[in-house]
């Protein structure tokens, strides 16, 4: 499946804004787990720090595909929901409480923190295996750009 231009401007954003900030870094589509596995997750977006912090996003730019049923990959010490500004406004006027996920609005230029991500206490293994997912990804990433079509 394709992603929509909305979804591919908001990765990109998101990639920008973690390459300002020095000692951050991100990957695009982290798989937790072994993929194909029943157990595996994917989150659109990771970022850690050299603090050890680890952020996960959850991009989602319509109702619809909120509602749908891709499971919502929140396993980081914080967790995020990013979305167009005008799904935004409809996600706080029916759902003010988040289960201490944040949400992030995206005008199409800049991101605009609505509401505050709780911290959550990530165990050894799972830290572990998101910092190797976050590895595997930066590999894929890095073949395509320097293979290409060669991949195939």
């Known amino acids: 499946m394709s992603k929509t231009k909305q979804t591919l401007e908001i990765e990109q954003a998101l990639i920008k804004r973690t390459n300002s900030v020095l000692g951050c870094y ?13 157990g595996y997750e994917r989150c659109d977006y990771v970022e850690f720090d050299t603090s050890g912090e680890i952020r996960c996003y959850e ?7 909120l509602k749908s049923k891709n499971k919502l990959s929140y396993l980081g010490d914080k ?11 409809e996600i706080l006027n029916k759902h003010r409480n988040l289960g201490g996920v ?21 165990g050894i293994g799972e830290r572990v295996e998101l910092l ?18 060669e991949t195939k």
């Open 26 to 38: 991100g990957a695009l589509e982290v798989t937790i787990g072994r993929a194909g596995s029943s």
């Open 59 to 65: 991009i989602k730019v319509t109702m619809s595909d």
């Open 79 to 89: 967790n995020y929901l990013v979305v167009p500004e005008k799904l935004a406004d």
């Open 102 to 122: 944040g949400l992030i609005a995206f005008d199409g230029k800049d991101f605009k923190s609505l509401t505050r991500a709780s911290k959550r206490t990530v």
């Open 132 to 149: 190797e997912g976050i590895a595997k990804s930066a590999c894929r990433d890095a073949i395509k750009f320097y293979l290409g079509d």
